[in-house]
């Protein structure tokens, strides 16, 4: 009787562990399988002077974001318009930013140009400003209870941004800091660690190009959010504090002639010169390298 009690002991505890190997076995393939559906949607590449960014539309930006914040592994998604462009050709640093950023969409009308000259087939689709979305992406944080920190322009213009934002999405998760401080040393230890004690889903960065980007270099490891998202003016001219121009000019890529009208002194360089410069580097690949056919 003791020798079948023990049989029947051993048979359970086979039993037992078989189905636990089950459990485990199905649990490892359930893993696998959402791991494989949750890699982040790929984008067409285009490439000028060496410098990639990729064929992406507002829609596709905003979804990629939020679930770029939801993955909770770091992202960063950058951006080029003539002056990041200009950049990359100059700074190798800045050229491995944008080529190691996760995501990197056009923000410029005359990169639009030079890439369609290039022989990419890029549509006007594939260009977007971020004052334009920003109110997409709020509605979608809200509605997916994802956090936003905003870190950009003069005092005030945060707030302002905040304000706004809030009375379309009441709910929204938003902290923010103006961007006038000191990038290292004590002050912006503070500012990181304000930044920490909210742990943002997403970090908007302004400080305007190549400062914006080093500093995320520089601080990456120390800030404790999923998406670096860096900017430059977006803020002041979602709030109004810098004038963009008319619609009609803004929606043709001559937004550039509005800012260098009402700054002429301190963008006169950036516009005047870097303009030209820009498409005589386009047109110096074109004839060096060929064109590029129907990508």
Known sequence: MDLILVKFKV?????????????????????????VGAEMKTFPEVKLFDTRFHKVKVQEL??????????????????????????????????????KADLVFCDGFGV?????????????????????YIEDLALKCDKENLSLFLLAGKPGVVDKAIT???????NLRVQGHHGYFDKSGKENDLVIKKINKFQPDI??????MPLQERWIL???????????????ACLDFYTDSIYRGPRWLTDNGLEWLTRL???PTRLADRYIVGIPLFFYR????????GMITNR
Request: proline share 2%.
């Open 203 to 208: 970090l908007y960065i302004g400080f305007g």
């Open 282 to 289: 386009v047109v110096k690949q074109r004839i060096t390298q």
């Open 62 to 99: 905003v979804d990629y974001l939020i679930e770029a914040a939801k993955s909770q592994k770091k992202t960063v998604v950058g951006h080029v318009n003539i002056r990041a462009m200009n950049f990359a050709y100059e700074k190798s640093w800045y050229r491995d930013f944008l080529n």
């Open 164 to 170: 706004k934002l809030r009375s379309i999405a009441p």
């Open 112 to 132: 639009m140009v030079g890439a369609r000259f290039n022989g990419y087939s890029m549509q006007s689709a594939h260009r977007m400003t971020a004052p334009d």
């Open 261 to 263: 009208i009402t700054e």
């Open 218 to 232: 520089d601080n990456f490891n120390k800030i404790e959010t999923t998406v670096f998202l860096p900017l430059g």
């Open 11 to 35: 048979m359970i505890n086979d039993k037992g562990i078989i189905l636990l190997s089950l459990v485990i076995i199905l649990n490892l393939v359930y893993w696998l399988i959402s791991e």
